[in-house]
């Protein structure tokens, strides 16, 4: 049987060989991912920095855009609640610094 295990070591070691190979595929990929994010993350910080050398605000276009989103979610939500008549919790009479309802004294 010497070839048998031959055979199943070459497989073993080919099917090895491909998981690496894929495995080193998927790092490629995700190196270059990286890469394009901080080129994205080194784009903004110079739009920014050019920003603040003109004298603009670089933040300025991030509230309007937060604003303009909440004015159109406050508009459509502001219609008033009518709250329901509910019964108080204790009588009229309640008042916790008189001393009175009890106490472990």
């Known amino acids: 049987e010497p070839d048998v295990v031959v055979r199943r070591q070459e497989a073993l070691a080919a099917a090895r ?4 190979e894929e495995l ?8 270059e991912k990286q890469r394009q994010l901080e ?19 670089y933040k300025g276009n991030l509230k309007l855009n937060q604003q303009e989103v ?3 979610a406050s508009t459509s939500s502001a219609v008033p609640k009518s709250k329901p008549n509910k ?3 204790r009588g009229g009479g309640y008042n916790p610094l008189s001393g009175e309802g009890g ?3």
């Open 17 to 20: 060989l491909r998981m690496q």
């Open 87 to 89: 019964k108080p919790l």
């Open 70 to 72: 909440e004015s159109g």
């Open 103 to 105: 106490g472990t004294c």
């Open 39 to 57: 080129e994205e993350k080194r784009r903004q910080k110079i739009a920014m920095w050019e920003s603040m050398q003109e004298g603009k605000s």
């Open 24 to 31: 080193n595929a998927q790092a490629e990929r995700y190196k």
